[in-house]
Structures are given as structure tokens and as C-alpha cells.
């Protein structure tokens, strides 16, 4: 299986810190996403990294991609409450179907 | 900004009936997937859709799932004679490695 595994389980941080999370996979990938899911809701894509690409921004968001060490990590930069939500990583190889870990929930304190 | 939209949010059935979730996908996307998450567990792949067949299933997907795309805009899932462990949130997505998620619909199979 190729599934990725997040790394912690779950984050509680102050709002206005940084959030961290990362997630490992087992075999050879074509790219790697992470989607947020706020409870009880749909997955909200958030960012891609081809598995040609070592780093990747979007707002405030930032992704690494290290294929020799079958490993990305999501970081949030200066959390704020609507952060609240658990993050998966998902990945896939020539075909499109997404293998998810079991994600990291977050918590922002006020 | 177009949306996966998906009913109903809830849809609660007896053991051995039969249930048919419905999506409707972004319009111009070509490929459709059903994803299950049972509480607590992780996002799990079930089937895509392309060219009006199945294109991947995985293992769960078994002979009492089927999939439908009965007109130009709707994708249904239809599980024939549902089990207790069919209990579970039901994801609708369309994209190709980008892939946008509808809300969702909870399952409840008492």
C-alpha cells in the first residue's frame, strides 16, 4: 500500500504559533496532496507537490517533499482558530486514486 | 465556484435494504470516484468512474456496490443489501490528481 501516515496524531497550539505535521508513505509516488476536514465535513483540497518538486507555498501554507525519505511535512504558519481541522495527506501514483493516512487534527487555541 | 454536491447529508436504513447515494460533479470533469470514511478511521478509496466505466475498484468495492451515471450530470452509488459495517460517510469527488470532494453523506444502516 502506498498510504501516507501523519505524524502527530493530533496538534493543539496557540493561535498566531506554527503548525507542523507530517506524514511518511511506503511506495514510489506521482505526487502528494494534503486536504483539510473540518468535523463531519468534505475534504477540502489544499495543496499538491509533484514528486519532482522538493517545496511548494500557498498562502500560508508550506509543503516539503523528500522522496528518498518517503516523507512530506504541512506546515501552517501563523494559525488562527478557522485552522481548526484535522489534515491528511493523500497520495497517488499513475493512476488517480488517492490513498489517505489517518491525519492529524488540529486545534488552535484562542 | 463550482461544487461536488451530494444527497442527501443523511440517509439512515435497515440491514439488507437497498440505498442510492447521489452526486452530482463538477460538469466538465470527466472522472468521478466514491470514497467511504467509517468514524474515526481513515478516507478510503472505493471506485473511479471514466468513459461511463469503471475504470479502478478496490477490495471493499465488491458485488453489492455498483456505480451509475444515468444522465449527463448525476453519479450515483448504489449498495444492494447493506451490512452494519456499511455504516459510514460517503464522498463523492471529481477531478483527475486534484480532486474536489462533495460534503458528503452520512450512511446509518441499523
Known amino acids: 500500500s502506498q498510504q501516507g501516515e501523519e505524524d502527530p496524531q493530533a496538534l493543539s497550539i496557540q493561535e498566531g504559533e506554527n503548525a507542523t505535521m507530517n506524514c511518511s508513505y511506503k511506495?514510489?509516488?506521482?505526487?502528494l496532496q494534503w486536504y483539510r476536514q473540518n468535523s463531519g465535513r468534505g475534504l477540502v483540497h489544499l495543496i499538491l507537490i509533484r514528486s519532482n518538486e522538493r517545496e511548494k507555498h500557498s498562502g500560508r501554507l508550506r509543503v516539503t517533499l523528500d522522496t528518498s525519505k518517503k516523507s512530506s511535512s504541512l506546515l501552517i504558519t501563523a494559525s488562527r482558530a478557522a485552522d481548526t481541522a484535522s489534515y491528511f495527506c493523500?497520495?497517488?501514483?499513475?493512476?488517480?486514486?488517492?490513498?489517505f493516512g489517518a491525519g492529524t487534527t488540529v486545534t488552535v487555541r484562542a | 465556484e463550482p461544487e461536488v454536491t451530494q444527497t442527501p447529508s443523511h440517509q439512515v436504513t435497515q440491514m439488507g435494504q437497498e440505498v442510492i447515494l447521489r452526486c452530482v460533479p463538477i460538469?466538465?470533469?470527466?472522472?468521478f470516484y466514491w470514497y467511504r470514511q467509517i468514524l474515526g478511521q481513515k478516507v478510503e478509496f472505493l471506485v473511479s468512474?471514466?468513459?461511463?466505466?469503471?475504470?479502478?475498484k478496490s477490495e471493499i468495492f465488491d458485488d453489492q456496490f455498483s456505480v451509475e451515471r444515468p444522465d449527463g450530470s448525476n453519479f450515483t452509488l448504489k449498495i444492494r443489501s447493506t451490512k452494519l459495517e456499511d455504516s459510514a460517510m460517503y464522498f463523492c469527488?471529481?477531478?483527475?490528481?486534484?480532486?474536489?470532494f462533495g460534503p458528503g453523506t452520512r450512511l446509518t444502516v441499523t
Open positions: 460538469s466538465n470533469h470527466l472522472y
Open positions: 469527488a471529481s477531478g483527475t490528481f486534484e480532486q474536489y
Open positions: 493523500a497520495t497517488s501514483k499513475n493512476d488517480y486514486k488517492l490513498s
Open positions: 511506495t514510489s509516488i506521482n505526487n
Open positions: 468512474f471514466y468513459n461511463n466505466e469503471i475504470s479502478e
